[in-house]
């Protein structure tokens, strides 16, 4: 693909990168990202990728702009509250760069949609809320064989990982196998989460996104990374492969996307199952 | 191997439809390196004449040379300078005319 003055103007800072050049640039504009809710961590990681080229970008929610999001939604504005957020996202993603097409769906991921809706795409990124759609996203990238960027934050802590299981690497579910008890994990509302802790994250999902869309650097895959905002203390522990993992381990019990309820419907925020201290465990160790 | 000054001329005409003025390359005193390929970038600046540069080397096979043409002053400084930075090998950097200057550069495989 010859790329335009324009498009040269607007990506020249990283064209002229080691190992992006012009054909990193073509593989962003043809890459495919989904990204699962436009809230705290979708907001920042759409406006990167869109920023950086990302030709086609898809955006799942199924809420509408509500002003409690503002403080850390920054795809949206006060003016658009009330609105879907996936359109006031694409409205936001298509003024920074209208060279991107932003595909919305404001539904709810079911199992009986969720690999119809991502199987199109090359990399999926999951901003939830929950936990039935963090492991039905889990789910469908397995049976589909796409790579997952997982983030997740809760008050002023956030985790990361790729799940690359179609590449040898763990799944979400060899992390935890099963969502846990309704009520074991503190709800949206009670918990709270600082805004800058969902950029932090989100933004650390899009540079990811970006690395592997472009296949440079070194992988998530197979490493947590644990971020305390408070410390400003970065941890990383290694995430294996579990055998006996209910999806891809050696005798799964998963063969098709289960859909569990919602224990609390109105969950605003993607909750963290390990809060270590221990930076050296492996996740089984762990959990 | 070495071409001909002639040679050389006749290629960079034909590819580019560039033709050189002033007393580049009619002097006839040192041998130049044969030219794979010229790009004009003439009317652009910094830091567009770089990343065009960059652009033009990427599409080319290991070892062939590009000859750059800019009118920009401070690109002729920089842009040798920058490319020089990426690992890539300058050949010559020449004033042509009064306002024009050649960066010949030998390119290098492109890390993926």
Sequence with gaps: MKLTDEQIQRYSRQIILPRVGGKGQTKLSEAKVFIMGAGGLGSPAALYLAAAGVGTIGLADSDRVDLSNLQRQILHRTCDA??????SGKKTLQALNPEVTVRTYPERLTSANAREMIKDYDLVLDGSDNFPTRFLVNDACYFEKKTLISGA????EGQLSTFKPHANGPCYRCLLPEPPPPGHVPSCQEAGVLGAVAGVIGLFQANEALKEILGIGQSMTGRLLLFNALDLSFHEMKVQKNPTCPLCGEHPTIKELVQYSLSCPTQDIASLQVS???????????L | MLESEAEVRRRGEDQSGFHEVGPGIAGGEALRPPI?????????????TFVESMLALEEMEDGQVLRIVVDYPP??????QSLKREGYEILEVRKINNTDWTICVRNRPFEE
């Design chain 1, 82 to 87: 009330g609105e879907w957020k996936v359109e």
């Design chain 2, 36 to 48: 794979d390929r010229e790009l004009d970038l003439k009317g652009k600046v910094c830091p567009y």
């Design chain 2, 75 to 80: 690109a002729a400084c920089d842009v040798p």
């Design chain 1, 153 to 156: 934050i809760l008050r002023f």
């Design chain 1, 276 to 286: 270590p201290k221990t930076p050296d465990k492996t996740s089984q160790e762990f």
